[in-house]
């Protein structure tokens, strides 16, 4: 039997998209994928993030927070940076891991600016939900849309 692709989704504090991308590639991709999700910095779960993908049937209200230097002794083949901040900071990892760049918007930040704007809570939570779907679209065609490097 063929070893589990392991994948770590890595964001800047480890409380939204990079949870969210855990959260749905446990749900549609455990039986090829082994995945993890952790920061550069330690946030803490974004309640909004739990909230929407309540709402679209995957439970993430137990993830915690991690930061990515849990996972140094974790053989990993992929490292995904789902955010800029992440990208540009992300930590060295040995050459058999290849390190990818897929950005997805900031829902928390554009809720904030919708927010100030004055727009009410369903159109803020609407930034989550377009993002979390954008995800759910990425880990559907996992593992077929990595462009892998080194393997």
């Not at 994948?7 to 855990?22: D, H, K, V």
């Not at 952790?38 to 309540?54: F, K, P, S, Y």
């Not at 490292?79 to 990892?93: D, E, L, M, Q, S």
């Amino acid at each position: 039997m063929k070893e589990k692709l392991k994948i770590l989704f890595l964001c800047t504090g480890n409380s939204c998209r990079s949870q969210m991308a855990e959260g749905w590639t446990r749900a549609l991709k455990a039986d090829i994928i082994e995945v993890y999700s952790a920061g550069v910095e330690i946030h803490g779960l974004n309640l909004d993030a739990v909230a929407v993908m309540a709402e679209a049937g995957v439970d993430i209200s137990l993830h915690q927070s991690k930061h990515v230097n849990a996972f140094a002794a974790v053989d990993l083949d992929v490292v995904i940076t789902v955010c800029g901040h992440a990208h540009k900071n992300c930590p060295y990892f040995p050459a058999a891991c290849d390190v990818i760049h897929v950005g997805f918007d900031d829902p928390p930040k554009m809720a904030a600016k919708l927010e100030e704007q004055g727009a009410d809570r369903e159109a803020q939570l609407d930034c989550f939900r377009r993002v979390r779907d954008d995800i759910r679209k990425f880990v559907e065609k996992l593992p077929a849309n990595l462009k892998f490097q080194g393997k």
